[in-house]
């Protein structure tokens, strides 16, 4: 499996007619509203993870946080959050939708114009996906840099079904590639690589997680602990 291309999302997401059209065909349809619960649960479970390891994360920046998917859920858990996009369309839709009182700027993930240690924690949810491996670094950098200690990330994930399946249909013609997915050890190198430690994992399904490659993982500074034992949660 080879990494994916740089991700083309910088373009893509700056049309207008796709940030108007996003969260309805995302999540407008049943399944994807029953998939955006599941993902909200597991950022809420790792979310009180690292509340009950005694550093509650009470501000932190959601980086791309495009039209606010996040918002409400950390705002109910009492996260002061500023939302980061490199598209202003995105972020136009998620004024439309939140109010005028977001705190919001435009920047890319691989140049925070933030201070370091601005945040407890850097949100960034269907992003890494889009990533090679040498921006995955870059943008892991930089997020540990503007963070205080704690990161919330979902990937993609080797130990699923799609895993089996997908190299054998593009054996077989059926598929032009095979997205790059993590093993837990690649996964916890390139966070070390980054100056963070994998904490915990939370499966997006949370009892069935060979039917799904998405993990919801809280990793943190390394520079803060001294080395801990990595496990998964539920």
Not at 22 to 37: A, H, I, M, V, W
């Amino acid at each position: 499996m080879a990494d994916p291309a740089p991700y083309r999302a910088k373009t893509h997401y700056r049309d207008s007619s796709i940030a108007d059209e996003y969260d309805s065909c995302r999540y407008g349809t049943p399944l994807g509203r029953r998939r955006n619960r599941r993902d909200l649960a597991a950022i809420a479970r790792a979310l009180a993870e690292a509340k009950r390891r005694g550093a509650p994360i009470t501000s932190g920046l959601d980086l791309p946080c495009g039209t606010g998917r996040l918002f409400s859920l950390l705002g109910d858990r009492g996260v002061l959050v500023t939302g980061a996009d490199v598209s202003l369309e995105m972020m136009r839709v998620a004024r439309r939708k939140f109010g005028s009182g977001l705190r919001m700027l435009q920047c890319s993930a691989e140049q925070i114009p933030c201070s370091t240690g601005s945040f407890d924690g850097v949100f960034s949810i269907r992003f890494i996906l889009h990533l090679d491996r040498p921006t995955r670094i870059q943008v892991f950098r930089e997020m540990a840099r503007v963070s205080r200690r704690w990161l919330i990330i979902d990937i993609r994930h080797r130990y699923n079904l799609r895993s089996v399946v997908w190299p054998l249909a593009a054996r077989l013609g059926l598929r032009r590639d095979v997205p790059f997915r993590f093993s837990r050890r690649g996964l916890a190198e390139e966070l070390r690589e980054s100056g963070l430690r994998l904490v915990a994992i939370f499966p997006s399904r949370r009892y069935v997680g060979f039917f799904s490659d998405k993990w919801f993982v809280l990793a943190e500074k390394a520079s803060l602990s001294p080395p801990r034992l990595e496990r998964a949660a539920g």
